[in-house]
Protein backbone atom coordinates (compact mmCIF):
# COMPACT_ATOMS: atom_id res chain seq x y z
CA UNK A 1 0.00 0.00 0.00
CA UNK A 2 1.74 3.12 -0.97
CA UNK A 3 2.41 4.95 2.41
CA UNK A 4 0.53 8.67 1.67
CA UNK A 5 -2.55 6.35 2.11
CA UNK A 6 -1.68 4.87 5.18
CA UNK A 7 -0.68 8.39 6.73
CA UNK A 8 -3.89 10.01 5.75
CA UNK A 9 -5.53 7.21 8.07
CA UNK A 10 -4.35 8.41 11.17
CA UNK A 11 -5.32 10.55 13.94
CA UNK A 12 -2.75 11.51 16.30
CA UNK A 13 -4.01 12.64 19.33
CA UNK A 14 -3.12 16.46 20.21
CA UNK A 15 -2.05 15.23 23.56
CA UNK A 16 0.71 13.00 23.20
CA UNK A 17 3.99 14.80 22.47
CA UNK A 18 5.87 13.82 19.54
CA UNK A 19 7.98 11.40 20.16
CA UNK A 20 6.63 9.67 22.91
CA UNK A 21 5.58 6.12 22.86
CA UNK A 22 2.31 4.72 21.29
CA UNK A 23 -0.18 3.63 24.33
CA UNK A 24 0.52 0.19 25.67
CA UNK A 25 -2.09 -2.20 25.78
CA UNK A 26 -0.52 -5.65 26.44
CA UNK A 27 2.84 -7.20 26.55
CA UNK A 28 3.55 -10.87 25.57
CA UNK A 29 7.22 -11.51 27.37
CA UNK A 30 7.26 -15.10 26.29
CA UNK A 31 6.58 -13.71 22.33
CA UNK A 32 8.83 -10.80 22.92
CA UNK A 33 6.07 -8.78 21.43
CA UNK A 34 4.11 -5.57 22.65
CA UNK A 35 0.18 -4.03 21.42
CA UNK A 36 -0.15 -0.34 20.88
CA UNK A 37 -2.84 1.27 20.25
CA UNK A 38 -3.13 3.40 16.94
CA UNK A 39 -5.75 5.58 16.62
CA UNK A 40 -7.32 6.38 13.15
CA UNK A 41 -9.73 8.55 12.02
CA UNK A 42 -10.72 6.50 8.51
CA UNK A 43 -10.08 2.65 8.28
CA UNK A 44 -11.15 1.99 4.51
CA UNK A 45 -8.40 2.25 1.75
CA UNK A 46 -9.77 3.37 -1.85
CA UNK A 47 -8.24 1.55 -5.22
CA UNK A 48 -7.15 4.98 -6.09
CA UNK A 49 -4.58 5.16 -3.00
CA UNK A 50 -3.71 1.34 -3.38
CA UNK A 51 -3.35 0.76 -7.09
CA UNK A 52 -5.45 -2.42 -6.26
CA UNK A 53 -8.81 -3.26 -7.93
CA UNK A 54 -10.74 -2.89 -4.69
CA UNK A 55 -11.22 -0.99 -1.18
CA UNK A 56 -9.55 -3.01 1.67
CA UNK A 57 -9.27 -2.66 5.36
CA UNK A 58 -6.72 -3.67 8.08
CA UNK A 59 -7.69 -3.67 11.46
CA UNK A 60 -4.00 -4.20 12.65
CA UNK A 61 -0.88 -2.57 11.21
CA UNK A 62 2.32 -5.33 11.71
CA UNK A 63 1.85 -8.88 12.14
CA UNK A 64 3.42 -11.52 14.17
CA UNK A 65 2.95 -14.72 11.68
CA UNK A 66 6.86 -12.75 10.42
CA UNK A 67 6.54 -14.29 6.53
CA UNK A 68 10.11 -13.03 5.34
CA UNK A 69 8.07 -12.17 2.04
CA UNK A 70 5.26 -9.89 3.56
CA UNK A 71 5.35 -6.62 1.30
CA UNK A 72 3.08 -4.80 4.01
CA UNK A 73 6.57 -4.24 5.94
CA UNK A 74 7.31 -0.90 4.89
CA UNK A 75 3.67 0.13 6.34
CA UNK A 76 4.47 -0.05 10.27
CA UNK A 77 7.35 2.26 9.71
CA UNK A 78 5.25 4.81 7.80
CA UNK A 79 2.49 4.83 10.48
CA UNK A 80 5.21 5.11 13.48
CA UNK A 81 6.80 7.99 11.68
CA UNK A 82 3.69 9.84 11.31
CA UNK A 83 2.91 9.45 15.27
CA UNK A 84 6.49 10.32 15.75
CA UNK A 85 7.54 7.71 17.39
CA UNK A 86 11.26 7.13 17.74
CA UNK A 87 12.71 3.95 16.32
CA UNK A 88 13.62 1.42 19.04
CA UNK A 89 13.56 -2.05 16.91
CA UNK A 90 14.65 -2.21 12.95
CA UNK A 91 11.53 -2.09 10.87
CA UNK A 92 11.54 -5.49 9.91
CA UNK A 93 11.83 -6.43 13.63
CA UNK A 94 9.60 -3.86 14.62
CA UNK A 95 6.70 -4.90 12.12
CA UNK A 96 6.57 -8.47 14.09
CA UNK A 97 7.38 -7.58 17.52
CA UNK A 98 5.11 -4.26 18.24
CA UNK A 99 1.68 -5.24 16.53
CA UNK A 100 -0.47 -1.80 15.99
CA UNK A 101 -4.05 -2.10 17.16
CA UNK A 102 -6.81 0.14 15.56
CA UNK A 103 -9.02 -0.24 18.37
CA UNK A 104 -11.55 2.22 16.87
CA UNK A 105 -12.02 0.42 13.60
CA UNK A 106 -15.32 -0.82 14.02
CA UNK A 107 -16.32 2.16 14.90
CA UNK A 108 -14.73 4.55 12.50
CA UNK A 109 -16.15 1.84 9.91
CA UNK A 110 -20.02 2.28 10.87
CA UNK A 111 -19.38 6.25 10.42
CA UNK A 112 -17.54 6.55 7.19
CA UNK A 113 -18.62 3.51 5.41
CA UNK A 114 -21.17 4.80 2.59
CA UNK A 115 -22.35 1.68 0.07
CA UNK A 116 -22.42 3.65 -2.84
CA UNK A 117 -19.15 4.90 -2.84
CA UNK A 118 -17.56 1.49 -3.19
CA UNK A 119 -18.89 1.48 -6.60
CA UNK A 120 -19.98 -2.08 -6.76
CA UNK A 121 -16.10 -2.77 -5.90
CA UNK A 122 -15.44 -5.77 -3.26
CA UNK A 123 -14.03 -4.62 0.39
CA UNK A 124 -11.39 -7.27 1.35
CA UNK A 125 -10.30 -7.69 4.91
CA UNK A 126 -6.78 -8.74 5.52
CA UNK A 127 -4.73 -7.32 2.41
CA UNK A 128 -1.94 -6.53 4.56
CA UNK A 129 -1.97 -8.06 7.64
CA UNK A 130 -3.45 -10.88 8.31
CA UNK A 131 -7.02 -10.14 10.37
CA UNK A 132 -6.70 -13.22 12.50
CA UNK A 133 -3.47 -12.90 13.40
CA UNK A 134 -2.90 -14.02 17.51
CA UNK A 135 -3.39 -10.32 18.57
CA UNK A 136 -7.32 -11.13 17.31
CA UNK A 137 -7.37 -13.65 20.41
CA UNK A 138 -7.26 -10.86 22.92
CA UNK A 139 -8.70 -7.44 20.56
CA UNK A 140 -11.44 -9.03 18.73
CA UNK A 141 -10.88 -5.84 15.78
CA UNK A 142 -12.32 -8.41 13.01
CA UNK A 143 -14.86 -9.93 14.82
CA UNK A 144 -16.29 -6.08 15.88
CA UNK A 145 -15.82 -5.18 12.17
CA UNK A 146 -18.14 -8.57 11.06
CA UNK A 147 -20.61 -7.48 13.15
CA UNK A 148 -20.70 -3.68 12.28
CA UNK A 149 -21.22 -5.26 8.41
CA UNK A 150 -24.12 -6.65 9.60
CA UNK A 151 -25.60 -3.15 9.31
CA UNK A 152 -25.55 -3.52 5.04
CA UNK A 153 -26.91 -5.92 2.45
CA UNK A 154 -25.73 -6.73 -0.80
CA UNK A 155 -21.80 -5.70 -0.86
CA UNK A 156 -18.87 -7.94 -2.10
CA UNK A 157 -16.91 -8.93 1.09
CA UNK A 158 -13.50 -10.72 0.93
CA UNK A 159 -11.59 -11.99 4.14
CA UNK A 160 -7.84 -13.31 3.69
CA UNK A 161 -6.03 -15.13 6.32
CA UNK A 162 -3.40 -18.09 7.37
CA UNK A 163 -5.02 -18.44 10.55
CA UNK A 164 -7.63 -21.37 11.95
CA UNK A 165 -9.25 -18.55 14.68
CA UNK A 166 -11.57 -17.66 11.43
CA UNK A 167 -13.49 -20.63 12.73
CA UNK A 168 -14.30 -18.48 15.60
CA UNK A 169 -16.32 -16.53 14.17
CA UNK A 170 -18.53 -19.07 11.41
CA UNK A 171 -21.72 -18.02 13.19
CA UNK A 172 -20.85 -15.04 11.94
CA UNK A 173 -19.64 -15.46 8.50
CA UNK A 174 -23.00 -17.28 7.78
CA UNK A 175 -24.85 -14.30 8.82
CA UNK A 176 -22.84 -12.14 6.27
CA UNK A 177 -23.00 -14.34 3.55
CA UNK A 178 -26.68 -13.89 4.00
CA UNK A 179 -26.45 -10.71 3.33
CA UNK A 180 -23.71 -10.13 1.18
CA UNK A 181 -21.28 -12.04 -1.35
CA UNK A 182 -18.66 -13.55 0.55
CA UNK A 183 -15.77 -14.76 -0.26
CA UNK A 184 -12.96 -16.37 2.71
CA UNK A 185 -9.18 -16.86 1.10
CA UNK A 186 -7.63 -19.17 3.19
CA UNK A 187 -3.64 -18.32 2.26
CA UNK A 188 -1.65 -21.21 2.13
CA UNK A 189 2.04 -20.72 -0.10
CA UNK A 190 2.95 -24.52 0.49
CA UNK A 191 1.71 -28.05 1.91
CA UNK A 192 5.32 -28.20 2.84
CA UNK A 193 6.05 -27.42 6.54
CA UNK A 194 9.38 -27.41 6.78
CA UNK A 195 9.98 -25.09 3.87
CA UNK A 196 6.63 -22.48 5.64
CA UNK A 197 8.52 -22.55 9.21
CA UNK A 198 11.85 -21.39 7.18
CA UNK A 199 9.69 -18.79 5.26
CA UNK A 200 7.05 -17.69 7.43
CA UNK A 201 8.53 -17.58 11.24
CA UNK A 202 5.18 -17.75 13.19
CA UNK A 203 2.45 -18.85 10.78
CA UNK A 204 -0.09 -21.49 11.83
CA UNK A 205 0.84 -24.97 10.21
CA UNK A 206 -0.82 -26.06 6.28
CA UNK A 207 -2.40 -28.81 7.91
CA UNK A 208 -4.11 -26.38 10.36
CA UNK A 209 -5.44 -24.08 7.23
CA UNK A 210 -6.51 -26.74 5.16
CA UNK A 211 -8.63 -28.00 8.23
CA UNK A 212 -9.83 -24.04 8.75
CA UNK A 213 -10.35 -24.36 4.91
CA UNK A 214 -12.56 -27.76 5.18
CA UNK A 215 -14.85 -26.64 8.12
CA UNK A 216 -15.41 -23.21 6.52
CA UNK A 217 -16.91 -25.12 3.12
CA UNK A 218 -18.58 -27.30 5.57
CA UNK A 219 -20.56 -24.62 7.02
CA UNK A 220 -21.63 -23.74 3.96
CA UNK A 221 -19.28 -20.66 3.03
CA UNK A 222 -17.81 -19.78 -0.37
CA UNK A 223 -14.15 -20.51 0.57
CA UNK A 224 -11.09 -21.32 -1.16
CA UNK A 225 -7.27 -21.26 -1.26
CA UNK A 226 -5.01 -18.18 -1.95
CA UNK A 227 -1.87 -19.98 -3.39
CA UNK A 228 0.46 -16.68 -2.33
CA UNK A 229 3.42 -15.91 -2.94
CA UNK A 230 3.95 -18.27 -5.54
CA UNK A 231 8.00 -18.72 -4.93
CA UNK A 232 9.62 -19.06 -8.11
CA UNK A 233 12.47 -22.02 -7.60
CA UNK A 234 10.87 -22.49 -4.54
CA UNK A 235 7.36 -23.59 -4.34
CA UNK A 236 6.52 -23.53 -8.30
CA UNK A 237 6.79 -27.21 -9.39
CA UNK A 238 4.69 -28.81 -11.04
CA UNK A 239 4.41 -31.57 -7.48
CA UNK A 240 4.21 -28.78 -5.44
CA UNK A 241 1.35 -27.09 -7.31
CA UNK A 242 -0.32 -30.31 -7.85
CA UNK A 243 0.13 -31.11 -4.13
CA UNK A 244 -2.15 -27.74 -2.85
CA UNK A 245 -4.25 -28.08 -5.49
CA UNK A 246 -4.84 -31.48 -4.02
CA UNK A 247 -5.30 -30.63 -0.60
CA UNK A 248 -7.47 -27.79 -1.62
CA UNK A 249 -9.96 -30.16 -3.03
CA UNK A 250 -9.55 -32.45 -0.30
CA UNK A 251 -10.81 -29.86 2.41
CA UNK A 252 -13.40 -28.73 -0.09
CA UNK A 253 -12.16 -25.15 -1.74
CA UNK A 254 -14.43 -23.69 -4.19
CA UNK A 255 -11.80 -22.19 -5.98
CA UNK A 256 -7.94 -21.96 -5.97
CA UNK A 257 -5.95 -18.42 -7.26
CA UNK A 258 -2.85 -17.48 -7.02
CA UNK A 259 -0.30 -14.28 -6.74
CA UNK A 260 2.72 -13.59 -7.69
CA UNK A 261 5.99 -12.90 -5.42
CA UNK A 262 6.56 -9.24 -4.86
CA UNK A 263 9.35 -7.63 -2.74
CA UNK A 264 9.51 -4.22 -1.40
CA UNK A 265 13.20 -2.62 0.48
CA UNK A 266 11.96 -4.53 3.63
CA UNK A 267 10.50 -7.10 2.26
CA UNK A 268 13.76 -8.00 0.30
CA UNK A 269 15.54 -7.50 3.45
CA UNK A 270 13.86 -9.99 5.36
CA UNK A 271 13.26 -12.83 2.66
CA UNK A 272 16.93 -13.06 0.50
CA UNK A 273 18.74 -14.66 2.92
CA UNK A 274 16.25 -17.51 3.77
CA UNK A 275 16.26 -17.65 -0.28
CA UNK A 276 19.39 -20.20 -0.67
CA UNK A 277 18.16 -21.90 2.56
CA UNK A 278 14.78 -22.36 1.49
CA UNK A 279 15.19 -22.75 -2.07
CA UNK A 280 14.68 -27.18 -2.80
CA UNK A 281 17.33 -26.55 -6.28
CA UNK A 282 20.35 -25.37 -3.52
CA UNK A 283 19.26 -26.22 0.35
CA UNK A 284 22.41 -24.54 2.25
CA UNK A 285 24.27 -23.78 -0.79
CA UNK A 286 25.02 -20.21 0.34
CA UNK A 287 25.48 -18.26 3.44
CA UNK A 288 22.20 -16.06 4.26
CA UNK A 289 25.67 -13.19 5.13
CA UNK A 290 25.87 -13.58 1.01
CA UNK A 291 22.82 -13.78 -0.53
CA UNK A 292 22.47 -11.88 -3.42
CA UNK A 293 21.94 -8.29 -3.83
CA UNK A 294 18.54 -7.58 -6.06
CA UNK A 295 19.07 -7.07 -9.43
CA UNK A 296 19.35 -3.12 -10.60
CA UNK A 297 16.22 -1.89 -11.86
CA UNK A 298 15.16 -2.10 -15.61
CA UNK A 299 13.52 0.21 -17.39
CA UNK A 300 11.83 -2.61 -19.27
CA UNK A 301 10.71 -5.84 -18.56
CA UNK A 302 12.50 -9.31 -18.88
CA UNK A 303 11.25 -13.13 -18.85
CA UNK A 304 13.42 -15.24 -16.97
CA UNK A 305 14.65 -18.07 -19.02
CA UNK A 306 12.61 -20.81 -17.26
CA UNK A 307 9.57 -18.41 -16.81
CA UNK A 308 7.73 -19.50 -19.82
CA UNK A 309 8.13 -23.30 -18.83
CA UNK A 310 6.61 -22.22 -15.98
CA UNK A 311 3.99 -21.02 -17.50
CA UNK A 312 3.41 -24.18 -19.49
CA UNK A 313 3.59 -26.06 -16.48
CA UNK A 314 1.33 -24.35 -14.43
CA UNK A 315 -1.53 -23.88 -17.37
CA UNK A 316 -1.06 -27.78 -17.58
CA UNK A 317 -1.88 -27.96 -13.73
CA UNK A 318 -4.69 -26.02 -14.19
CA UNK A 319 -6.28 -27.67 -16.94
CA UNK A 320 -6.04 -30.99 -14.70
CA UNK A 321 -7.44 -29.33 -11.58
CA UNK A 322 -10.13 -26.79 -13.60
Known amino acids: ?????????????ANRRA???LPVLEERASRGASFHEVPVKAI?????????????????????????????RETHKWVTEKAGVKAVLPPWAAFEKQILVKTSAAHVLTRTLFPARLAGASLVIGTATDPYQPAERRFRLTRQILEALLGWRGLSLGLITKSPLILRDVDLLTQLAERHELSINIS?????????????????????????LKGLTDAGL????????????????RAQLAALFQAGK??????????????????RTRFLPTWPRSSPSSPGATPAATAPAPAPARTT??????????????????RRWG
Open 188 to 212: LASTDAGLLRRLEARSPAPHARLRA
Open 250 to 267: DAGARYAVGAALRLGPAA
Open 222 to 237: HAGLLIAPILPGISDS
Open 19 to 21: GAP
Open 301 to 318: PRRSPGASGRCRRNSAIL
Open 1 to 13: MPHHDQLALLDPP
Open 44 to 72: LNSPATTGMGFWSLNPYVGCEFGCTYCYA
